[in-house]
């Protein structure tokens, strides 16, 4: 089932610029600030120097296909949630709080604004599960900014100019070219995205058999891929299909980036609530 969102023209990349003004108490040029020396900038940029160092084409196929034999721990969606107590998104310059926190805040806010679309409450809650990794491999496999591996490295992404000196796909002329081994409109469901969480988690709930709607799987799928949905870049890879879902993941940004601060959620208290939606969409053990 297909549900349609009455925002701009999904090409339209001025969904950068917001006419809000303040979102958790933060002016919006506040959030995603990579400059600084504080220990955070330098967390983060020592975090990108190592993804865009090592994330190469062959890495993520690697990766995927490691991942994906779903072998590594079995739990509940509520079980692996918990987990993420234990989290530091070390990608992250917003939010120096627990991933469960994170997940908790951008889920209570999808529930205030979207009231009645209860499969993008349980999506906001979960979109990080695949944070999960990150007690198995270092975060640079993990968290941050996804991009495109097996072509040209979008000028958007974050560090673009500083970090990818030592990638070796960036002087290898298979994959350094604006299409590499891609052909026109192929579709993001033909590309290899660098590896981190968020094709973990869809692979693991495909592999599940969810019932949450393909809106749902495609912002969970690419909530990371700023390059696409904030800055623009790779639209002549995307189908008709990648287009028609791009409104939807620019929806889930907002309550993604822009709900991050120092307000606690009461996580106890809201549990009952998402573990009905757990049960309705993604109930009993999964493998990851």
């Known amino acids: ?9 999904c090409t339209d990349v001025s969904r950068m610029v917001r006419p809000e003004p303040i979102f958790a108490n933060k002016p919006i040029e506040a959030f995603r600030q990579y400059d600084g020396d ?35 721990f079995s739990s509940t969606i509520m079980e692996a949630l ?15 709080l627990p991933n469960i926190v994170h997940a908790f805040q951008t889920a209570e806010r999808i529930r205030e604004s979207h009231p009645d679309r209860d499969w993008f409450h349980l999506t906001g809650l979960i979109h990080d599960l695949g944070k999960v990794m990150a007690f198995y491999e270092p975060q640079w496999a993990v968290v941050g900014d996804t991009f495109v591996c ?13 970090t990818f000196d030592e990638n070796p796909d960036l002087n290898d002329p298979r994959y350094n ?5 891609y052909s026109p409109k192929c579709g993001l469901d033909q590309v290899t995205m660098s590896w981190g969480h968020d094709e973990y988690l869809y ?11 393909d809106e749902a799987l495609y912002m969970i799928r690419f909530h990371s891929f700023y390059p696409w949905h904030s800055g ?18 620019r929806e889930f940004n907002e309550f993604d980036l822009y709900t991050k601060s120092d307000s606690i959620p009461d996580v ?21």
């Open 1 to 9: 089932m297909l549900f349609f969102l009455d925002i701009v023209e």
């Open 38 to 72: 504080d220990s955070i900038h330098q967390r983060v940029f020592r975090t990108y120097k190592l993804m865009h160092t090592y994330q190469t084409m062959e890495f993520a196929q690697s990766k995927l296909n490691e991942w994906c034999k779903f072998d590594r």
């Open 82 to 96: 918990e987990r993420l107590n234990n989290l530091v998104d070390e990608s992250d310059p917003d939010s120096d």
């Open 150 to 162: 097996g072509a040209a490295f979008a000028p958007s992404i974050v560090y673009r100019s500083n």
């Open 177 to 181: 070219t604006e299409y590499g081994v």
């Open 203 to 213: 692979r693991v709930l495909r592999n599940h058999g969810t019932t949450l709607p």
């Open 232 to 249: 623009g870049d790779y639209m002549h890879l995307c189908s008709e299909r990648d287009l028609q879902m791009l409104p939807w993941v």
């Open 268 to 288: 106890k208290a809201l549990t009952p609530y998402y573990q009905s939606l757990i049960d309705k969409y993604i109930p009993g053990i999964v493998l990851w």
